[in-house]
């Protein structure tokens, strides 16, 4: 089943973890001081966000270190970039029309000075 | 709950040689405003452009190629989609928001998509031009509604044997 990315990080709680793995891997509890919730609350937001595929878990020694893996995030960023190239493409014909109005108003100008 | 609403903003600038009146007229009458806007293949008729704030904008947006013509046919829509809005906020050469309902997409509830255009005068002549787009989107029912368009669009496929 492919999990909505968006329904994922709808909770804020949740995207407080993404935004305190930002800064590199971490261990649980130092999740649940920088979230500020229960370590079972940091532990369920953590799975949840492996099971979207948001975040990996790697093993070393005793340790649990989670981080962030991109895939998902560059999935967000190239749905979003479609909506860019759309507003890039309006953005061409708003440039396209305002250079028309100016040149109309050029050869307007220049049609009144020779009429001087 | 508000908690479960995540805003989806997405920011584009251009900077033009040109004076801030010019650009503020694109958006804001008829002529200007149907001399560029819509997506490409499509054309914007403006029924009125209420330039003030809280000002209605009321435009169809029409299938202009026979390509566009015929992919809304092809998905059983019209070819021809009045839309409204209001500029929310309306401070000449400075800022405009543009508040659209969309209500037409088939099998989506209504919401409104909203656009901040701010201008920044530069030195020599230019302006700056960034367009925010947001949408508050309704994360649980986001997919709910995406299931809604999914079905709907079974619907069609059955119907048009596709």
């Given amino acids: 089943m492919h999990i909505d990315p968006f329904e994922t990080l709808a909770d804020p709680t949740r995207r407080r973890v993404v935004d305190a793995l930002r ?6 509890n130092d999740l649940v001081a920088v979230v500020g919730i229960h ?24 340790r649990r270190l989670y981080s962030l893996k991109p895939d998902r995030f560059r999935e967000l960023d190239a749905w979003l970039a479609q909506y ?16 028309a109005r100016q040149q109309q108003r050029n050869a307007q100008r220049s049609m009144e000075d020779d009429g001087d | 709950m508000a908690t479960d609403r995540i805003e989806s903003s997405l920011v584009i600038e251009r900077t033009y040689r040109a004076d801030v009146e010019e650009l ?13 806007w819509g997506p490409d293949q499509f054309r914007a008729e403006v029924h009125s452009i209420e330039a003030r704030p809280g000002g209605a904008l009321r435009y169809d947006m029409v299938a202009d190629t026979p390509e566009a013509i015929a992919a809304m046919e092809q998905m059983g ?22 508040t659209q309902l969309i209500d037409f997409l088939p ?15 530069l030195a020599a ?3 700056r031009m960034v367009v925010t787009l947001s949408q508050m989107h309704d994360a649980p029912t986001t997919a709910m509604q995406r299931e809604g368009f999914t079905s709907q669009l079974a619907k069609l496929d059955r119907r048009y044997g596709a």
């Fill in chain 1, 23 to 28: 800064g590199g891997e971490r261990q649980v």
């Fill in chain 1, 39 to 62: 370590q079972s609350g940091v532990s369920r937001h953590l799975r949840i966000l492996s099971e979207a595929g948001f975040v990996a878990m790697r093993p070393d020694g005793q």
């Fill in chain 1, 84 to 99: 860019r190239m759309l507003w890039e493409a309006r953005l061409d014909r708003f440039g396209a029309a305002l250079e």
């Fill in chain 2, 24 to 36: 503020w007229a694109l958006w804001t009458t008829k002529d200007g405003f149907e001399s560029w």
């Fill in chain 2, 77 to 98: 829509a019209p070819t021809s989609q009045p839309c409204r809005g209001s500029f929310t906020e309306f401070r000449p050469y400075e800022r405009l928001v543009l």
């Fill in chain 2, 107 to 121: 099998g989506v509830e209504a919401y409104d998509s909203s656009m901040t255009v701010d201008f920044f005068p």
């Fill in chain 2, 125 to 127: 002549g230019e302006v």
